[in-house]
C-alpha cells in the first residue's frame, strides 16, 4: 500500500520558510497597491461606440473649430450661475450638479454648418429640472447661455421644456474632455451645432427674444432650426 502524506515536508516547515512570506508579502503588496491605482482610475472609463444596437461616432470625431480653442476649467473653482428672470438666482458647484439632479441620457447627433456630423450617447441633467430650483418669473421666454470663453447663445424656453433639453457632462460614458466642453456642454437637438454652447458658466432667463449670440449675430440663423437654412 502507498503511504498518501509520506514523503512530503510537513506544513509549518513551509510556513517558518522565509522566501514563503517573502513572496506572500510581496503578493499583499501588489494586490494592495493595485487597488490604489484602481482607485486613481474610477475617475473614467473607456468610451463605448454602440448603444443598443446603434453604431455611434467617437468623441475624437469632432472638429475642434471653437472661436477661442480649448478652454480648461478647474473642476474645484467652477460654479454655473442660475440668473435673470428668477426669483431665486442660485450658484451651483459641478459636484452638486452631479450629485443631485437625475441623470438623463440620449443618442442625439450634432450637425455643424462645416458639413459634418457626429453621433453620440450623451448623459446629464434636465434643464428643466435645474431652472425649477430657482422659481423662475412667467415673464421669461428665453434663455440665454454663457461660457467661459466668451460665447453666447440663446434657445426659446418653450422649445427647452418640450424637447427635454438636457445639459451634458458624459459623452459615451466619459466624462466630457476639455475639448468638448468640459463640464457642461447643451444638447440642443434638431438645431445646429452653434446652438450646442460647451463650457457653460451662466444659464439666464430673459424676455429678450431678439437676443443674438456669437454666431447669430454674424448672420447664422436665430432659430438654428436643422430642416431650415443656417443663413438668416
Ligand atoms: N463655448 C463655445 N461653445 C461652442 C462653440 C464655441 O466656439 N465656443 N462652437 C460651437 C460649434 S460651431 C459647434 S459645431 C459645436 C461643436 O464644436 P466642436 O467640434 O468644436 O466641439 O460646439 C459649439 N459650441
Ligand atoms: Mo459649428
Known sequence: MKRLFGKKKPLFKNIINPPFWVIVIVLLGMISFSGCLQDDLVLDHVEIREYQGERLSSINDFRENSIKGPQYV??????????????????FSYNEIINNFPIYTKVVTLYCVEG?????????????????????????????????????????????????????????????????????????????????????????????????????????????????????
Open 74 to 91: 478647474d473642476k474645484e473653482n467652477y460654479t454655473l450661475k442660475i440668473t435673470g428672470l428668477i426669483e431665486n438666482p442660485k450658484n
Open 116 to 232: 459634418w456630423s457626429t453621433k453620440i450617447l450623451w448623459e446629464g441633467f434636465l434643464l428643466s429640472d435645474i431652472l425649477e430650483e430657482t422659481n423662475p418669473l412667467s415673464e421669461g421666454n428665453v434663455i440665454i447661455f454663457h461660457a467661459y470663453d466668451g460665447y453666447t447663445t440663446s434657445l426659446p424656453l418653450e422649445y427647452v421644456k418640450n424637447k427635454n433639453i438636457i445639459i451634458a457632462y458624459k459623452m459615451n460614458n466619459v466624462t466630457l474632455p476639455p475639448e468638448r466642453g468640459f463640464p457642461f456642454q447643451l444638447v440642443a437637438e434638431s438645431k445646429w451645432g452653434y446652438k450646442w454652447i460647451k463650457w457653460i458658466t451662466e444659464i439666464e432667463l430673459s424676455d429678450n427674444t431678439n437676443y443674438k449670440g456669437f454666431w447669430e449675430s454674424r448672420g447664422y440663423s436665430n432659430k438654428g432650426d436643422l430642416n431650415e437654412s443656417y443663413f438668416e
